[in-house]
């Protein structure tokens, strides 16, 4: 059984930085590493959106708008972690923030494209 368990979110004011750690378990290595690994947030009232996403075997990466320039997504394959750093962050970035894992096909920025999702981990960036 595939488990993805973030962690790390937390409340903090605009401009600070947060890490957000996602570990996946149940998965050989090899099946890490060909499996593509990603970010997603939902804030109240609004629709889940891709953040970011990385492909954990090859290093290649992918961003939303919402991600380009102040988040980072990096994968520690032998501990089945995906971390995003986020940097200056602002009062639009508060979400609960999910990692997703078991990429079936089409795009990294669509939620139906995986099939093992976490809890979330709760972000609030204050004014």
């Known amino acids: 059984q595939v488990l993805v368990v973030e962690s790390g979110g937390d409340s903090v004011n605009t401009g600070d930085s947060l890490r957000l750690t996602c570990v996946v378990s149940?998965?050989?290595?090899?099946?890490?590493?060909?499996?593509?690994i990603a970010w997603f947030r939902q804030a109240p009232g609004k629709d889940r959106e891709f953040v970011s996403a990385i492909s954990p075997g090859t290093g290649r990466t992918g961003a939303g708008a919402s991600a380009k320039d102040r988040f980072t997504v990096s994968s520690d394959n032998a501990k089945y972690t995906v971390v995003l750093q986020m940097n200056n962050l602002k009062p639009e970035d508060t979400a609960m923030y999910y990692c997703?894992?078991?990429?079936?096909?089409?795009?990294?920025?669509?939620?139906?494209?995986?099939?093992?999702w976490g809890q979330g981990t709760q972000v609030t960036v204050l004014l």
């Open positions: 149940g998965l050989t290595f090899s099946a890490f590493e060909r499996d593509v």
């Open positions: 997703a894992a078991g990429f079936t096909s089409g795009w990294w920025s669509e939620e139906k494209a995986f099939g093992h």
